[in-house]
């Protein structure tokens, strides 16, 4: 599902996610700040998606063995922010 906090997304030319940057928009009091910034220790207001999951693992080995386990997650885990990067260099080729 789309993220409801996108709208607080922007873009910065030379900054781009597939070097790990992510376009951070600070709202001060006359306006907007974009800054190019690392992923690696700051923390964005927006993502592209936001996705839940849920893990769970069966195993069935019958006889000589007959083991026969489930383990899962429990519920959903998240939600996961996701920041979708394009490489612009195999969409242009």
Same mark, same amino acid.
């Given at each position: 599902m789309? =993220?409801p906090?996108?709208q607080?997304g #922007?873009?910065? +030319? +030379? #900054?781009?996610?597939?070097?790990n =940057?992510? #376009?951070?928009?600070?709202?001060?009091?006359?306006?907007e700040?974009?800054? #190019?910034v690392s992923? =690696?220790?700051n923390?964005?207001?927006?993502?592209?998606?936001?996705? !839940?999951?849920? !893990? +769970?693992a069966r195993?069935?080995a019958? !006889?000589?063995f007959?083991v026969?386990?489930?383990h899962?997650?429990? =519920?959903?885990i998240?939600?996961?922010?996701?920041?979708?990067?394009?490489n612009k260099s195999?969409?242009?080729?």
């Amino acid at each position: 599902m789309p =993220d409801p906090m996108r709208q607080y997304g #922007c873009e910065l +030319g +030379g #900054c781009e996610e597939l070097n790990n =940057d992510v #376009c951070m928009r600070q709202v001060v009091r006359k306006g907007e700040n974009d800054s #190019c910034v690392s992923m =690696d220790g700051n923390v964005v207001d927006w993502s592209d998606v936001s996705a !839940f999951v849920s !893990f +769970g693992a069966r195993v069935d080995a019958g !006889f000589p063995f007959n083991v026969h386990k489930y383990h899962d997650t429990g =519920d959903w885990i998240g939600p996961l922010s996701v920041i979708m990067a394009q490489n612009k260099s195999a969409a242009t080729a």
